[in-house]
């Protein structure tokens, strides 16, 4: 019977039928990292539909939130607690702006991307507070946008 059972999953593996598995990326809730004071790191990702970010507690005060002008539609607003560590699965596909809620006017500011999409396609909202723009202009440099761009 196990033997049976196996040999259809590997079969389904060779057509394709099995989805990749979803994987889970970590990242740090930061006073001071690599590219200043209050930061995520990694500040920027790509995920496959399904992946889940584990925002960590690594520094205190921090918290992980949805930015509701960077969520794609038909995507669930979510927001952590502070200092507590929180998961989020990314089944939609699109562009999401993260936040930390207190240090948010402060740029403390994370980019996902969920599928494919080009970072120098991503157009920021109106309404973000200037410092939190100013680093999402620095996030998506970094990307290598830029360069694209000419
Ligand atoms: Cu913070």
Redesign the pocket.
């Known amino acids: 019977m196990m033997l049976r059972r196996s040999a259809l999953i590997a079969c389904l593996c060779l057509l394709g039928v099995v989805p990749a598995q979803a994987e889970t990326f970590d990242v740090k ?1 930061l006073t001071r990292g690599v590219h200043g004071s ?1 930061v995520f790191e990694p500040e920027d990702i790509t995920l496959a539909p399904g992946d889940t970010l584990r925002f960590l507690p690594s520094d205190r ?3 992980a939130a949805s930015i509701p002008s960077m969520l794609p539609a038909g995507a669930v607003a979510f927001k952590g607690k502070i200092d507590q560590e929180t998961s989020v699965t990314f089944d939609v596909p699109g562009v999401y702006g993260i936040k ?1 809620s ?2 948010f006017a402060m740029g ?1 500011v994370m980019l996902v991307r969920v599928g494919a999409g080009s970072p120098a396609e991503i157009t920021l909202p109106a309404d973000l507070p200037e410092r939190a723009r100013t680093r999402f202009e620095e996030i998506i440099e970094r990307s290598g946008a830029a360069g694209s761009k000419g």
């Open positions: 809730m209050m005060s921090h918290n930390c207190p240090h403390m």
